[in-house]
């Protein structure tokens, strides 16, 4: 909260504080609808309208929940076209290993094909690493209400990938 009043009166070090705290949350929520390039790119815009909205904010200490709402809300380009796996590949480490990539890339769309709840949850998860009280806390969420979102997507995405553990499996 105390960052939040101290952005809404400009200041930069509080505005990157906020920033540097929930751009794995954001950048997480958009990778579970869009390819990595597209969630990057629309990281940027929820930041910068989040800013110039920051005044709407009427609870400073849901700013988590607040800034979620708005990169939920976000539309990346063209949002029916399919990609093609080529295109949704990012290599930007000349070192990397295309075939890591390219795995990364099928797993990162099969999560986005996944309900909403359950991608939004394994992305953060997964990719950006936060732990299930930080995906509670900073999107006001209940600890439960995660627990159950990882719990049903990991079987989903087991199920969908052919991993032991899927839907078809006994519990």
Same mark, same amino acid.
């Given at each position: &909260?105390?960052? +939040?009043?101290?952005? *809404? ?8 504080? !906020?920033?540097? *705290? ?15 390039? +597209? ?8 930041? +910068?309208? &989040?800013?110039?909205?920051? =005044? ?17 809300? !976000?539309?990346?380009? @063209? ?6 796996? @080529?295109?949704?590949? @990012? ?30 949850? !394994?992305? %953060? *998860? %997964?990719?950006?690493?936060?732990? =299930? ?7 006001? !969420?209940?600890?439960?209400? +995660? ?14 990938? =052919?991993?032991? =553990? ?6």
């Amino acid at each position: &909260a105390r960052l +939040v009043a101290s952005a *809404r009166r400009g200041w930069r070090r509080a505005c990157a504080e !906020l920033y540097r *705290r929930y751009l794995p949350l954001v950048h997480g929520l958009l990778l579970a609808r869009f390819r990595p390039a +597209v969630a990057d790119e629309l990281t940027q815009e929820c930041f +910068v309208l &989040a800013f110039q909205r920051l =005044g709407q904010l009427r609870e400073a200490a849901h700013f988590g929940a607040w800034i979620a709402s708005i990169a939920r809300r !976000l539309r990346g380009p @063209d949002p029916g076209r399919e990609l093609a796996l @080529d295109e949704s590949i @990012d290599v930007d480490d000349a070192h990397a290993d295309p075939a890591r990539h390219a795995e990364a890339a099928q797993l990162l769309a099969i999560i986005r094909g996944l309900p909403e709840a359950y991608a939004e949850t !394994l992305a %953060l *998860r %997964l990719v950006e690493g936060m732990s =299930g009280a930080e995906i509670a806390q900073m999107t006001g !969420l209940t600890p439960e209400s +995660v627990r159950v979102n990882l719990h049903r997507g990991m079987r989903k995405l087991r199920e969908r990938i =052919g991993m032991p =553990g899927g839907s078809h499996e006994p519990a």
